[in-house]
């Protein structure tokens, strides 16, 4: 059994990132965060260090929690025409009262580093990509610089997302290198799920439940990302709480061929590409500054 160490090559990808940039130039990332999650602060911070890291400027636009959606698309229209933004992103969850799908359609999608407005997700569907979703991109990135072979696999997804599963089972499905696969979803309704997950050369698990895929769930030798990322309680722990991915460790490693460790896996490759995006971000609009919008 081999560990996919998603924190070793995502700090190689920043460092390409890093010299990639155009001397004199300097992409910039502006994050919208509504409220005071704590997950989310967490994130923001990991992108914002991750942006020093890369050379490239940062705006966290932290908004009250109880704005209205008038004001939250108010904001996103500004720094949508701030020629100075090159990616920009809204962090989720939003509180309640709170539209997401109206707010992401809102942003330009030529800034859309995230890959969620419905323009973006339409040329990912067509096979023609722009921004993909971070996640599913590192997760992709993670298995080809390890040299595991998708073509012609069979991958089973586990969560049907917009975030994760779709886009990933759409990767996938793509033509040329990280894609040709052979490629299902299952989800919470699906029936008979450890049968479908027993049967993919390259399983992947997000569907949020802790130790949901367990030993008996996988094929001798399969490829086993993990893209969980839960809390338990743990009293032995300083802040009272350790955390765990969507596949019961202990039981699925001694079965497969390679695995990603939660954290330390999938976690650090979402927000190496999101880096990669923002720079591609900054080329589209510097080489094509009347691009469509």
Known sequence: MELLDGKALAATIKQEVKDSVPEGARPALAVVQVGEDPASSVYIRSKVRSCEECGFDSQHV????????????????KLNDDQSVHGLLLQLPLPQHL?????????????????????????????????????????????????????????????RSIVV????????????????????????????????????????????????????????????????????????????????GDVDFESVAPKVSHITPVPGGVGPMTVAMLMASTLKAYSLQVASPNAVR
Request: one cysteine or more; glycine letters at 12%; aromatic letters at 2%.
């Open 62 to 77: 932290h908004l009250e929690e109880g704005i209205r959606q008038a004001e939250l698309l108010k904001t996103l229209r």
């Open 165 to 244: 599963g779709k886009p990933l089972a759409l990767l996938f499905a793509l033509k040329g290198e990280g894609g040709d696969a052979t490629v299902s979803i299952c989800h919470s309704r699906t029936k008979n799920l450890g049968e479908h997950a027993a049967s993919a050369d390259i399983l992947v698990a997000a569907m949020g439940k802790p130790g949901l895929v367990t030993g008996d769930m996988v094929k001798e030798g399969a490829v086993v990302v993990d893209v969980g990322i839960n809390r338990v309680p743990d009293p032995s722990k300083k802040k009272g709480y350790r955390l765990v």
């Open 99 to 159: 539209d997401p799908d109206e707010a992401i359609r809102t942003i330009e999608p030529i800034k859309d580093v995230d890959g969620f407005h419905p323009e973006n997700l339409g040329l990912l569907v067509s096979g023609q990509p722009r921004f993909v979703p971070c996640t599913p991109l590192g997760i992709r990135e993670l298995l080809v610089r390890n040299r595991i072979d998708i073509a012609g696999k069979r991958v089973v997804v586990l969560g």
